[in-house]
């Protein structure tokens, strides 16, 4: 490890701060029990401090420093405007206990991000509540499961989750105690139908589907595949994490879809990836609106001529409870909303549009030289192998590392599973031509690379702070308080 710890940079005696003379009485100390004899805090000036910490946040990678094509995630930029309006004074010091007379610029703020999604998702209730795009399945998987339970229909206990679908699938319906069973894709990278229908009977509560799929592929049967599903009597659960490909293109409630979650932090450009905390509204069909989770807010006095209308929070009348407290996370919900007007619905659209222009033509660079598995129009995302059988030690591990060399942000890899060596690409409908085109030269070099000199991709990183780790080993002996390090070490 070529950074110095703070532990390292200790000098006895040497303080950062002093503290006045204290103008109060002094207290005893705390019985003897209760004292430690030793606490190894590193002894430093203030101005050594900040140029530790200042220098490992420079190490950082970050959207604002450079392309981070990590697909699935969509790192898309984060307008700084957002970050202005969360900060009126108005929003951020509003206190959740308040009195609903007394916040109802944030309520309204709240109810019109509520309308947005409804009508970008063709939905007919919307909570705000999970606080990330897991955390908003759970939420919907639990409001399928209490919607057969409501209506006796206790059988039902099976989920199905095709192959392609995000890992975050199999783990929320797990936890919410229903069974999972994976459903094929087909050769196209589609659900497979005749898998589907072998599986379509009374134990079915529900199919989750990702579409497009993680292979960023449009499910060319996905109106058939809801419809078989709720034949059967299940509900279709939409993974709407990335939007992009969407956005006043398609509106998944409009396909049948009967539940979806939104991640605010992927399609609505609100920071993630160590930003802050994320956002995963949930959007259900009007037979499922009285089981969101509540508090949702909601106008409970339309007011007259004299009296503007009044927002309060309601609970639906048979909601499976809340699922965090307070009403989500609100600063995530004024960003978004800044978002969402600042483009507009006509932004909207283009913003998608833009997305899988982007990924094509990326795609289109590329896919001479690594091999497409599925070789389709993509949309915001695509998949590739990144492996050639003439150079079978070279892995899609070792590309990623190497794109670090080139001052890249590696794309998503091994992910989805159903491609060997998978490098899943989201360019995202922020980057300009000619991010998109040296990203690409730099792709290509490494394939050459791959083949006249495959060492160097074996060996990269070259010019990180921290060389190729081991990750097994990372886990395997976890270090994670300097403070105790340095114990050891005596
Ligand atoms: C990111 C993502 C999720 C999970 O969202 P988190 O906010 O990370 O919990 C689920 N599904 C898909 C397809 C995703 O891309």
Same mark, same amino acid.
């Given at each position: 490890?070529?950074?110095?710890?703070?532990?390292?940079?200790?000098?006895?005696?040497?303080?950062?701060?002093?503290?006045?003379?204290?103008?109060?009485?002094?207290?005893?100390?705390?019985?003897?029990?209760?004292?430690? =004899?030793?606490?190894?805090?590193? %002894?430093?000036?203030?101005? %050594?401090?900040?140029r530790h910490y200042t220098r490992l946040s420079q190490l950082n990678y970050s959207i604002d420093t450079g392309y981070y094509p990590l697909g699935s995630?969509?790192?898309?930029?984060?307008?700084?405007?957002?970050?202005?309006?969360?900060?009126?004074? *108005?929003?951020?010091?509003?206190?959740?206990?308040?009195?609903?007379?007394?916040?109802?610029?944030?309520?309204?703020?709240?109810?019109?991000l509520q309308e947005w999604l409804k009508e970008i998702g063709g939905f007919a209730g919307i909570t705000l509540q999970p606080a990330a795009g897991a955390h908003g399945e759970l939420t919907g998987v639990l409001i399928i499961r209490a919607y057969h339970r409501s209506r006796g229909d206790h059988k039902r206990d099976k989920i199905l989750i095709p192959d392609s679908a995000h890992g975050t699938n199999p783990a929320t319906s797990a936890?919410?105690?229903? !069974?999972? #069973?994976?459903?094929?894709?087909?050769?196209? *990278?589609?659900? =497979?139908?005749?898998?589907?229908?072998l599986e379509c009977d009374d134990t079915l509560a529900g199919l989750m589907l990702t579409n497009p799929n993680t292979l960023g592929l449009f499910d060319e049967n996905v109106e058939e595949v809801i419809r078989m599903?709720?034949?059967?009597?299940?509900?279709?659960?939409?993974?709407?994490?990335?939007?992009?490909?969407?956005?006043?293109?398609? !509106?998944?409630? =409009?396909?049948?879809i009967d539940v979806l979650h939104y991640n605010l932090h992927k399609t609505f450009s609100t920071p993630h990836g160590g930003g802050g905390p994320g956002s995963g509204p949930v959007g259900v069909a009007e037979n499922l609106v009285d089981f969101l989770p509540g508090p949702i807010v909601d106008v409970i006095d339309m007011g007259d001529e004299e009296t503007p209308p009044l927002y309060g929070l309601v609970q639906p009348p048979k909601s499976i409870g809340r699922v965090k407290a307070f009403h989500g996370h609100f600063g995530m919900a004024v960003r978004a909303y800044t978002y969402l007007v600042m483009h507009g619905a006509q932004g909207l659209r283009q913003i998608a549009e833009m997305a899988v222009l982007n990924a094509n033509y990326l795609l289109s660079r590329l896919r001479d030289t690594y091999h497409l598995p599925?070789?389709? #129009?993509?949309?915001? +995302?695509?998949?590739?192998?990144? !492996?050639?059988? +003439?150079? /079978?030690?070279?892995?899609?591990?070792?590309?990623?590392?190497?794109?670090m060399d080139y001052k890249f942000? /590696?794309?998503?890899?091994?992910?989805?599973?159903?491609?060997?060596?998978? @490098?899943?690409?989201?360019?995202? %409908?922020?980057?300009?031509?000619?991010?998109?085109?040296?990203?690409?030269?730099?792709?290509?070099?490494?394939?050459?690379?791959?083949?006249?000199?495959?060492?160097? @991709?074996?060996?990269?990183?070259?010019?990180?702070? #921290?060389? !190729?780790?081991?990750?097994?080993?990372?886990?395997?002996?976890? #270090?994670?308080?300097?403070?105790?390090?340095?114990?050891?070490?005596?």
């Open positions: 490890m070529g950074e110095p710890q703070l532990c390292d940079l200790s000098v006895p005696g040497r303080q950062g701060i002093r503290f006045p003379q204290p103008d109060v009485p002094l207290s005893d100390l705390p019985p003897a029990g209760l004292l430690r =004899d030793e606490l190894p805090l590193p %002894e430093m000036s203030e101005l %050594e401090v900040i995630c969509t790192m898309k930029y984060n307008p700084k405007v957002n970050e202005e309006t969360v900060r009126l004074p *108005g929003f951020a010091y509003a206190h959740p206990l308040q009195p609903v007379e007394t916040v109802q610029g944030s309520l309204v703020l709240l109810y019109n936890m919410s105690g229903l !069974r999972v #069973v994976e459903l094929k894709s087909d050769a196209r *990278g589609n659900v =497979d139908l005749e898998a589907l229908k599903v709720h034949q059967a009597g299940g509900l279709v659960y939409g993974d709407g994490a990335n939007m992009n490909a969407l956005l006043g293109i398609v !509106r998944p409630g =409009d396909l049948g599925y070789d389709r #129009v993509c949309m915001h +995302e695509f998949v590739l192998e990144g !492996r050639w059988p +003439e150079v /079978p030690d070279v892995h899609a591990l070792d590309i990623a590392k190497r794109l942000h /590696p794309p998503t890899n091994y992910f989805p599973l159903i491609v060997h060596e998978a @490098l899943m690409i989201e360019p995202t %409908e922020t980057e300009s031509k000619e991010t998109l085109d040296t990203f690409a030269d730099a792709m290509l070099k490494i394939a050459e690379e791959a083949h006249t000199n495959p060492q160097l @991709l074996k060996d990269a990183p070259h010019n990180t702070p #921290v060389g !190729r780790v081991d990750e097994v080993k990372a886990a395997k002996e976890l #270090v994670l308080c300097c403070g105790v390090s340095a114990l050891d070490r005596e």
